[in-house]
Nanobody
């Protein structure tokens, strides 16, 4: 059974930084496309960043581009989200997600992949 476990959330002042981690386990063949989403109270879930874990291509939402960086450590089956210059509007529950199996790699960052596996979320709160 695939499990995604997020960690690293917390409270920080505006302008600060946090690094989220997502540890994956239980794969038979692995997933080549992973992502971070977030959802604030009363708002729709938003895709923040995606990474093609086979080639390291990335995608960022316009709202975080230049401030957030998604990366991977394949040896540890872990994906990270480095968040810098945090703003109060970044406050949300952050979720890690992965596709089931392997997909066409360019589709991970150019298309709208379907994510089958989700973590439980980690809260990020940014105060002004």
């Amino acid at each position: 059974q695939v499990q995604l476990v997020e960690s690293g959330g917390g409270s920080v002042q505006a302008g600060g930084s946090l690094r989220l981690s997502c540890a994956a386990s239980g794969y038979t063949y692995g997933s080549n496309c992973m992502a971070w989403f977030r959802q604030a109270p009363g708002k729709e879930r938003e895709g923040v960043a995606r990474i093609d874990t086979g080639g390291s291509s990335t995608y960022y939402a316009a709202s975080v581009k230049g401030r957030f960086t998604i990366s991977q450590d394949n040896a540890k089956n872990t994906v990270y989200l480095q968040m810098n210059s945090l703003k109060p509007e970044d406050t949300a529950m952050y979720y890690c997600a992965a596709v089931a199996g392997r997909i066409w790699a360019p589709g991970c960052v150019r298309g709208a992949p379907t994510f089958a596996y989700w973590g439980q979320g980690t809260q990020v709160t940014v105060s002004s």
